[in-house]
Every structure is written in C-alpha cells, then in structure tokens.
C-alpha cells in the first residue's frame, strides 16, 4: 500500500507557510515531489528539495505534474499566484490538517488550507485559496472570501461574514453575525464586535479602526 495515494503535487513556496503545508499535504496521502521559491537556492524545505523559481512550473505541469499548492502567506500574492497555477492546468486540490473537524456541509474552495486542530462548522463557505490556520474555529453559517486567512486560535462565531483577502491574526474572537469587509487586517487577540469595513487595519477590544491601508 504506498503511502501517498492521491499523487503528485508541487508547492508554491519554500517559506514558513510552506514547512506546515508540506507537513500536512504528506500526512493527507500527497507526494510532495518539491517546491518552487522566489530564491532558487538548492535546499530543502520540510524535507522536500527547492526545485527552481516559479518558472519551473510549466515544465513541471508539461512532464505529467497534476497538482499543485500555492503556499504564500501573503493573501494578495497567494490569491495572484493561485489564479497563475489555474492558467498554467494545474489541479487545485485543498487539504485538512490532522485534528481538523470540518463539517460535511462546509463548501469549500479551490486550494484552501485547513491546518492542524481547526472546526469549520455547518453551512460555512470557505473561499478559494483561504488559509484556516491552527486550532482556528468558524462556528456555523460563516461565509469567508478568497485568500482569507483566518489566523491561529482566532475564533470567528456563527453568521461571520469575512471579505476576499482580509487577516483575521492570531487570537482574534468575532461575535456573531459580524461583517468584515475586504483587504482589512484585524490585528492579534482583538474582539470584534461591531462590522469592519474594507482596506483598513482594525485591532483592540473592542476593536476600532487604526488607519486606511
Ligand atoms: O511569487 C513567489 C514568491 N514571493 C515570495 N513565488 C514563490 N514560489 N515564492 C515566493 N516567495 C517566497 O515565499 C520567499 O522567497 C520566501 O521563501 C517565502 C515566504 O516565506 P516566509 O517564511 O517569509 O513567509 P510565509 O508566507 O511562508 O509564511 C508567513 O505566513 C504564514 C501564514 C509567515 O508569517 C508565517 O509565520 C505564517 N504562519
């Protein structure tokens, strides 16, 4: 029985977010075959070689590659690069972390991860390429855009609404029925507990509004 029964898969970059997506994507049945890096420098990442800069994939793709994983921090960036590796064919799988409950209802997009430890709740839609980073919970009914990052142990609770591209830090709690419009950053450990508007940075508890980004 070979241990990585789904195939193939390369991964967009070789930084932090990559170590713990290599990580998963291995304890999820995939062969990591490498990754691509902005610095094409030889090393390895979480044990898999850096293959080349990003313009390796289409050769990679041309040899029979399937599937690929774009893992960049950057939520704008993740978001541009993951509609690249689309272009280029590739397959877009997503992934659970071990110790993820997500319910069977949840819709989930192209290339999402869900890390470690995270409970995505009933009726929730998860947006193409959004991060749902370690022990993060979003409770039911959520709706998150594109390239989302909910961040580690943030807790978002029913009917949250979370706009294409914005970050949720780590620890942050938003109480139900709350909107966060798009390209925001919710500093770490805040509580929000009124609606958010698009392109800011907001953070404290209550959190308010810092300054336009
Ligand atoms: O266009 C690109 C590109 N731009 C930067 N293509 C590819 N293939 N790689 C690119 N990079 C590379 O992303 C950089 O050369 C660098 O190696 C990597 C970013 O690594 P870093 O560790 O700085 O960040 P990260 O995005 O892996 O992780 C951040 O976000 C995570 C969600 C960190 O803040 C982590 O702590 C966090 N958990």
Excluded at 67 to 83: D, I, P, Q, S
Excluded at 153 to 160: R, S
Excluded at 182 to 207: K, M
Aim: with cysteine; hydrophobic share 45%; charged share 15%.
């Amino acid at each position: 029985m070979p241990n990585d029964p789904l195939g193939e898969i390369v991964v967009i970059g070789a930084g932090g977010h990559a170590k713990v997506v290599i990580e998963c994507l291995r304890h999820a049945g995939w062969n990591v075959i490498g990754c691509t890096d902005a610095d094409p420098t030889p090393r390895s990442c979480a044990g898999v070689p850096v293959i080349g800069t990003d313009d390796a994939l289409g050769r990679l793709r041309s040899e029979g590659v399937a599937n690929a994983f774009c893992a960049l921090g950057a939520n704008r960036l993740r978001e541009r690069v993951g509609g690249k590796l689309q272009d280029l064919g590739f397959a877009l799988p997503s992934y659970q972390g071990p110790g993820a409950i997500v319910s069977s209802t949840v819709r989930i997009g192209a290339g999402v991860a869900i890390m470690p430890g995270a409970v995505i709740n009933i009726d929730t839609v998860i947006g193409d390429f959004a991060i749902i980073n370690t022990n993060a919970n979003v409770d039911h009914d959520g709706v998150l855009g594109r390239a989302v990052h909910v961040g580690p142990g943030a807790a978002l609770a029913g009917e949250v609404v979370v706009g294409d591209r914005s970050f949720i830090a780590t620890g942050c709690a938003v109480i139900p029925q709350r909107r966060i419009g798009a390209d925001t950053i919710v500093g770490a450990g805040s509580v929000v507990v009124r609606d958010l508007p698009s392109g800011v940075i907001a953070f404290g508890n209550p959190a308010r509004v810092q300054r336009e980004l």
